[in-house]
Nanobody, 117 residues
Framework: QVRLVESGGGLVQPGGSLRLSCVAS????????MSWYRQAPGKERELVAGIPITGNRINYNDAVKGRFTISKDNAKSTVYLQMNNLKPEDTAVYYCNAWYDDSDDYWGQGTQVTVSR
């Protein structure tokens, strides 16, 4: 059974930092592209950052470049999202995604990130 369990969300003031974690199980973690997406109220889900299957070129949403860093630990089957200098517009539910092909595409339950004074 495939599981993706996110944690690390919460309430933080503008300029603060959070580190999200996503622990994966039920599939061969190292063979999948791992990504973080987010969805704000009333908006479509968007890619935040992704590590492709080859792991050679990490993709970032322009809105988070220079502030967010995605990384993964294959030994722990965990992908992280370090978020620095958070802004109110980063407020959203953040989802972990594991993708191998269109029939092997999995999502976590999401973790809420709220940036506010």
């Amino acid at each position: 059974q495939v599981r993706l369990v996110e944690s690390g969300g919460g309430l933080v003031q503008p300029g603060g930092s959070l580190r999200l974690s996503c622990v994966a199980s039920g599939f061969t973690f190292s063979r999948y592209a791992m990504s973080w997406y987010r969805q704000a109220p009333g908006k479509e889900r968007e890619l935040v950052a992704g590590i492709p299957i080859t792991g050679n070129r990490i993709n970032y949403n322009d809105a988070v470049k220079g502030r967010f860093t995605i990384s993964k630990d294959n030994a722990k089957s965990t992908v992280y999202l370090q978020m620095n200098n958070l802004k109110p517009e980063d407020t959203a539910v953040y989802y972990c995604n594991a993708w191998y092909d269109d029939s092997d595409d999995y999502w976590g339950q999401g973790t809420q990130v709220t940036v506010s004074r």
